[in-house]
């Protein structure tokens, strides 16, 4: 296993078109994040997996937004009805949760990134 | 509210030398874990070190070292003897403890460094 992976890496897309991401964790890794980065900012979270279970969402994750990981493993993130202010690179994490209750600490990998601009 | 903040847009250092990159935060959690994250340009980002809370010791990998200052909440990275594969963003980031929920990382918004041959 070579690490997380993303796909597309870039796509471009038309206001108004939904496009969706895919997101491959690290093999085992129970739980996956997915962040937005913009330019000149640092990743925001977004939404968080364990296993196939969606367990939160930001307020960053709006309407059109979904995020799914129907057999716990991949995950596809789709965005309907884009708008330019949905252009940002879309980071996908993986993690493995293990350790005592309250100093748990989980390492999150993280995938190259797909870069969204939409025109 | 987790608030991370970096206060320096952009570092530049020479080669073989060292430089310190800066990280206040702001949270009402005792326990908590910091990050510092390196994304090289086109690059995925990976973790450079990281920081228990609980602990007073100073976290060290190699030529990185960290200065955690609890009751100040500041948390700097220091890069000794610099090299050209440091060039990079480096992110800051903070972690809440597990049973609080997600376990979802908080980014401040970054320090470019440039190493300079």
């Known amino acids: 296993d070579t690490g997380v992976s993303q796909d597309p890496r870039h796509k471009i897309t038309k206001r108004g078109q939904n496009v969706t991401f895919r997101c491959d964790p690290i093999s085992e890794h129970n739980r996956l994040y997915w962040y937005r980065q913009t330019l000149g900012q640092g990743p925001e979270f977004l939404t968080y997996?364990?296993?196939?279970?969606?367990?939160?969402k930001s307020r960053l994750l709006s309407d059109r937004f979904s995020a799914e990981r129907p057999k716990g493993s991949f995950s596809t993130l789709e965005i309907q009805r884009t708008e330019q202010g949905d252009s940002a690179m879309y980071l996908c994490a993986s993690s493995l949760a293990q350790g005592l209750a309250g100093l748990e600490y989980n390492e999150q990998f993280f995938g190259p990134g797909t870069r969204l601009t939409v025109l | 509210a987790q608030t991370v903040t970096q206060s320096q847009p952009e570092m530049s250092v020479q080669e073989a030398e060292t430089v310190t990159l800066s990280c206040t935060y702001d949270?009402?959690?005792?326990?908590?874990?910091l990050f510092w994250y390196k994304q090289p340009p086109s690059r995925q980002m990976i973790l450079v070190i990281r920081q228990e809370a609980y602990k007073q010791q100073n976290a060290t990998e190699n030529r990185f070292s960290v200065n955690f200052q609890k009751a100040a909440k500041s948390f700097s990275l220091k890069i000794s003897d610099s090299q050209l594969g440091d060039t990079a963003m480096y992110f800051c980031?903070?972690?809440?403890?597990?049973?609080?929920?997600?376990?979802?990382?908080?980014f401040g918004t970054g320090t470019r460094l440039t190493v300079i041959p």
């Open positions: 997996f364990q296993n196939e279970a969606q367990l939160e």
């Open positions: 980031a903070f972690m809440k403890p597990a049973e609080t929920g997600a376990n979802n990382l908080f």
């Open positions: 949270t009402s959690e005792n326990n908590y874990y």
